[in-house]
């Protein structure tokens, strides 16, 4: 998986020829073979900006012995082969997956990935949306050499008790051997080392092991002062190593005190914006450059964080933001489902490995300090409530050391108020309704506290307006640059200046196409409440947003 850094010094890559050919499998395709490099939604190539269906990425390298494939990310169903064998499937758009390939005779081989980003009844959380299901291979492909046994799953928890940093490590050890192997793995953490010696890793399971390693003279990681630490992992069998691997992290403890999120013991003021990984000219195949410039201008208006809307994001803009020192709130792919949806066979499964890979695969990221979850989904009946609990207590299982939240819908009615660690609510007064946002603000939280989220922090998880890019107005009509600056200086100042809230995520960042199945209500079937176009360039909204986190 491509990072910002290096992930492994001992395991050794397979070169793969950046340029793949695309072939659509499926009617309304390009009936032809065409050259992409990859990663690339085939919605950036001329002629497949609407085509839904089935594509075929192939590429030919040199290589042999046992081979992992690790696949960034594949929207949204994935099939993959290796020289006509089928070695992988996967479901989600937005987690890694992996595949190994044993025995492998050494000499040139053809890697084939099939995408596919048709709904159907199968897919219970891609469905026609308010931002738009892209195809094709859209994060980093990786090839890499092993040999009879790897490690994978480093993980690595901080916490501090009495004055005394702990880092507790895990990492997993696993065997492709058809025989028990002695093995050793040294880990160290920032200044801390623990090695565990001379177990047995029988043969074709996995060993989990665990550490807690004290650190001494650490540097906090904050938004203010990121500070990073590197963790490695090095697999040794019969003493000589034969596996690595690396990640970052840093020392910091997420906990909530009454309506308050504190970082390191101090209380959060977040001033951030909801982002979608959307892009004019790449779709969500956002190159690396594309993200810092996203970041830069986050961080140029004075935001401190950012909401993963609604699907974990690529490692490498999440290594951005530990390095820039922006908070995030990540979550679970899942928006606006209703009951039906939620009860799907195919929902908990699909959710679940969602969870699972997020976790695991971004756990370490220092910039997260929330989990979230079901966007906007049924809250208001018994079989809603019980779809949010069983996803609520999943995040907590698989992650304790960080709070579980999912982002409300503008209304009351909600059944599990009482059940997220942090309240979130989804408010747009002034713009679908008009509303005083103070108010509403005030009358929402007054209701939720009734209702179950009496003393838990409050974060106002989406509020704002829409404006298309260059529509001007004095009146300032809604749908006007000006309307939209107006509203947004008005949602901003009553939400930071309410004692009850910690903090806004403005909808949003940046405007992001939709499903065209939305295009009544949302002008150029693209969803236009970005303070910047789906080019980046500024609105009025920029500037107004910009004034009023420089108040609080």
């Given at each position: 998986?491509?990072?910002?850094?290096?992930?492994?010094?001992?395991?050794?890559g397979?070169?793969?020829?950046?340029?793949?050919?695309?072939?659509?499998?499926?009617?309304?395709?390009?009936?032809?073979?065409?050259?992409?490099?990859?990663?690339?939604?085939?919605?950036s190539?001329?002629?497949?900006?609407?085509?839904?269906?089935?594509?075929?990425?192939?590429?030919?390298?040199?290589?042999?012995?046992?081979l992992?494939?690790?696949?960034?990310g594949?929207?949204?169903?994935?099939?993959?082969?290796?020289?006509?064998?089928?070695?992988?499937?996967?479901?989600?758009?937005?987690?890694?997956?992996?595949?190994?390939?044993?025995?492998?005779?050494?000499g040139?081989?053809?890697?084939?990935?099939?995408?596919?980003?048709?709904?159907?009844?199968?897919?219970?959380?891609?469905?026609?949306?308010?931002?738009?299901?892209?195809?094709?291979?859209?994060?980093?492909?990786?090839?890499?050499?092993?040999?009879?046994?790897?490690l994978?799953?480093?993980?690595?928890?901080?916490?501090?008790?009495?004055?005394?940093?702990?880092?507790?490590?895990?990492?997993?050890?696993?065997?492709?051997?058809?025989?028990?192997q002695?093995?050793?793995?040294?880990?160290?953490?920032?200044?801390?080392e623990?090695?565990?010696?001379?177990?047995?890793?029988?043969?074709?399971?996995?060993?989990?092991?665990?550490?807690?390693?004290?650190?001494?003279?650490?540097?906090?990681w904050?938004?203010?002062?990121?500070?990073?630490?590197?963790?490695?992992?090095?697999?040794?069998?019969?003493?000589?190593?034969?596996?690595d691997?690396?990640?970052?992290?840093?020392?910091?403890?997420?906990?909530?005190?009454?309506?308050?999120?504190?970082?390191?013991?101090?209380?959060?003021?977040?001033?951030g914006?909801?982002?979608?990984?959307?892009?004019?000219?790449?779709?969500?195949?956002?190159?690396?450059?594309?993200?810092?410039?996203?970041?830069q201008?986050?961080?140029?208006?004075?935001?401190?964080?950012?909401?993963?809307?609604?699907?974990?994001?690529?490692?490498?803009?999440l290594?951005?933001?530990?390095?820039?020192?922006?908070?995030?709130?990540?979550?679970?792919?899942?928006?606006?489902?209703?009951?039906?949806?939620?009860?799907?066979?195919?929902?908990?499964?699909?959710?679940?490995?969602?969870?699972?890979?997020?976790?695991?695969?971004?756990?370490?990221?220092?910039?997260i300090?929330?989990?979230?979850?079901?966007?906007?989904?049924?809250?208001?009946?018994?079989a809603g409530?019980?779809?949010?609990?069983?996803?609520?207590?999943?995040l907590?299982?698989?992650d304790?050391?960080?709070?579980?939240?999912?982002?409300?819908?503008?209304?009351?009615?909600?059944?599990?108020?009482?059940?997220?660690?942090?309240?979130?609510?989804?408010?747009?007064?002034?713009?679908?309704?008009?509303?005083?946002?103070?108010?509403?603000?005030?009358?929402?939280?007054?209701?939720?506290?009734?209702?179950?989220a009496a003393?838990?922090?409050?974060i106002?998880?989406?509020?704002?307006?829409?404006?298309?890019?260059?529509?001007?107005?004095?009146?300032?009509?809604?749908?006007t640059?000006?309307?939209?600056?107006?509203?947004?200086?008005?949602?901003?100042?009553?939400?930071?200046?309410?004692?009850?809230?910690?903090?806004?995520?403005?909808?949003?960042?940046?405007?992001?196409?939709?499903?065209?199945?939305?295009?009544?209500?949302?002008?150029?079937?693209?969803?236009?409440?970005?303070?910047?176009?789906?080019?980046?360039r500024?609105k009025?909204a920029?500037?107004?947003?910009?004034?009023c986190?420089?108040?609080?």
């Amino acid at each position: 998986m491509q990072r910002l850094f290096p992930v492994h010094h001992l395991r050794r890559g397979v070169r793969l020829s950046p340029l793949w050919s695309l072939t659509t499998l499926d009617a309304g395709g390009l009936g032809r073979p065409v050259k992409a490099a990859v990663p690339c939604v085939w919605e950036s190539i001329p002629g497949l900006k609407c085509y839904k269906g089935r594509v075929a990425y192939e590429n030919t390298f040199e290589g042999g012995g046992t081979l992992r494939f690790v696949f960034g990310g594949v929207a949204f169903r994935a099939k993959v082969y290796l020289d006509g064998e089928l070695i992988a499937e996967h479901y989600g758009a937005f987690t890694a997956f992996d595949a190994i390939a044993e025995r492998v005779p050494h000499g040139m081989h053809t890697l084939r990935i099939e995408a596919d980003n048709r709904y159907g009844e199968d897919s219970a959380l891609h469905v026609e949306n308010d931002y738009y299901s892209f195809g094709g291979v859209s994060r980093p492909v990786d090839v890499q050499q092993i040999e009879s046994a790897y490690l994978t799953d480093l993980f690595i928890r901080t916490s501090c008790e009495d004055g005394q940093w702990m880092a507790d490590v895990q990492v997993t050890a696993v065997s492709l051997s058809d025989e028990d192997q002695t093995a050793s793995v040294f880990v160290s953490a920032a200044s801390s080392e623990h090695i565990f010696r001379s177990f047995c890793l029988p043969a074709r399971e996995s060993v989990t092991l665990r550490a807690s390693m004290p650190a001494q003279d650490v540097k906090l990681w904050s938004a203010e002062e990121p500070n990073l630490y590197d963790a490695s992992a090095v697999l040794y069998l019969d003493g000589r190593p034969v596996d690595d691997l690396c990640d970052r992290f840093g020392y910091r403890e997420v906990k909530l005190e009454g309506r308050k999120i504190l970082l390191n013991g101090k209380p959060l003021v977040i001033k951030g914006f909801n982002r979608h990984e959307a892009y004019a000219e790449f779709g969500s195949a956002v190159p690396l450059e594309a993200m810092i410039r996203d970041i830069q201008l986050l961080k140029d208006m004075g935001a401190n964080a950012v909401r993963t809307c609604h699907y974990p994001n690529d490692p490498r803009f999440l290594d951005l933001c530990d390095e820039f020192g922006l908070l995030v709130w990540e979550e679970t792919h899942a928006r606006a489902l209703n009951e039906h949806q939620l009860l799907s066979p195919h929902f908990r499964p699909q959710t679940e490995l969602c969870a699972r890979e997020m976790i695991a695969q971004h756990g370490n990221h220092p910039s997260i300090f929330i989990w979230g979850c079901l966007n906007e989904c049924e809250d208001t009946t018994e079989a809603g409530a019980r779809e949010f609990r069983w996803n609520l207590d999943l995040l907590r299982t698989l992650d304790p050391s960080r709070p579980a939240t999912a982002a409300l819908l503008d209304r009351k009615g909600s059944l599990v108020c009482g059940d997220m660690d942090v309240l979130s609510l989804n408010l747009y007064p002034l713009w679908y309704h008009p509303t005083d946002p103070a108010d509403h603000v005030k009358n929402m939280i007054a209701w939720s506290d009734a209702h179950g989220a009496a003393g838990k922090p409050v974060i106002i998880s989406e509020i704002g307006a829409g404006a298309v890019y260059g529509y001007h107005d004095p009146g300032a009509m809604k749908w006007t640059e000006e309307r939209q600056a107006e509203i947004v200086t008005r949602q901003i100042d009553a939400v930071l200046s309410s004692e009850d809230c910690c903090g806004i995520f403005l909808w949003q960042f940046a405007d992001c196409r939709v499903d065209e199945s939305w295009f009544e209500k949302r002008p150029k079937s693209s969803n236009n409440k970005g303070v910047v176009d789906e080019y980046r360039r500024p609105k009025l909204a920029y500037t107004a947003v910009k004034e009023c986190f420089a108040r609080y």
